[in-house]
């Protein structure tokens, strides 16, 4: 099955600065990796995501990029804030028929300073 | 923040009780998944449901029993569980076109065993 591997799992930041957090997969097959932001005792909400067919996708301060031959991807959070102070979850789907199942990274706790 | 809710939010129980997770989504979704997140280890999946029909049962042991009466409603029945079951119980819906559909979170169940 598939695994996924995240790193680092703890940032800390100061405001301002940029904030990368990286992600390998196995499952060559996989083709959707979206990233979730889970701030403490609230769900997992989906920040940005991307498919195969795209090596890079932005939303205004995040990014995401795609390197399907190396098989990771990478989340570019510029100008962080302290709002931003969140565990991020990268996943990576395995093919299912009329369904999704993600498996998840460990997730990678950031810390942003005022 | 209330396409996916779940009750109760925060439950105790002893190893001998038996208790429900109920999990209801308001956005139209045919696929739903139970996920357990537990500390330091990614957010792992437990059971999904497509068009009412569990497609995956990651090797969850029986003491957790899924039920899904609706593409709306899911439950997961519990009984005589271990401490080590303490967690968080996330339900998740989504469109259940394909692989690729973002899943949507409730804000979780938080189980604690005694």
């Known amino acids: 099955g598939e695994n996924v591997e995240q790193h680092p799992s703890t940032l800390s930041v100061q405001e301002g600065d940029s904030a990368v957090i990286k992600c390998t997969y196995s499952?060559?097959?996989?083709?959707?990796f979206p990233w979730y932001k889970q701030e403490l005792g609230k769900r997992p909400q989906l920040i940005i995501d991307i498919r195969s067919n795209v090596g890079e996708k932005k939303d205004q301060r995040i990014a995401v990029t795609l390197n399907k031959t190396a098989k990771h991807f990478s989340l570019h959070i510029t100008e962080t804030q302290p709002e931003d102070s969140a565990v991020y979850f990268c996943a990576a789907t395995q093919e299912g028929s009329g369904y999704s199942t993600l498996t998840f990274g460990k997730g990678t706790m950031l810390l942003v300073s005022p | 923040e209330t396409g996916v809710t779940q009750t109760p939010r925060h439950l105790v129980m002893g190893m001998t009780n038996k208790k429900s997770l109920k999990c209801e989504q308001h956005?139209?979704?045919?696929?739903m998944y139970w996920y357990k997140q537990s500390a330091k280890k990614p957010l792992e999946l437990m059971f999904v449901y497509s068009l009412e029909e569990r497609v995956e049962n990651n090797s969850v042991p029986s003491r957790f029993s899924p039920e899904c009466p609706n593409s709306s409603h899911l439950f997961l029945h519990l009984h005589t569980l271990q401490p080590e079951d303490s967690a968080l119980y996330l339900c998740?819906?989504?469109?259940?076109?394909?692989?690729?559909?973002?899943?949507?979170f409730g804000p979780g169940t938080r189980l604690t065993v005694l």
């Open positions: 998740a819906s989504s469109q259940a076109r394909g692989s690729t559909d973002t899943q949507y």
């Open positions: 956005l139209g979704h045919n696929a």
């Open positions: 499952d060559s097959a996989s083709n959707y």
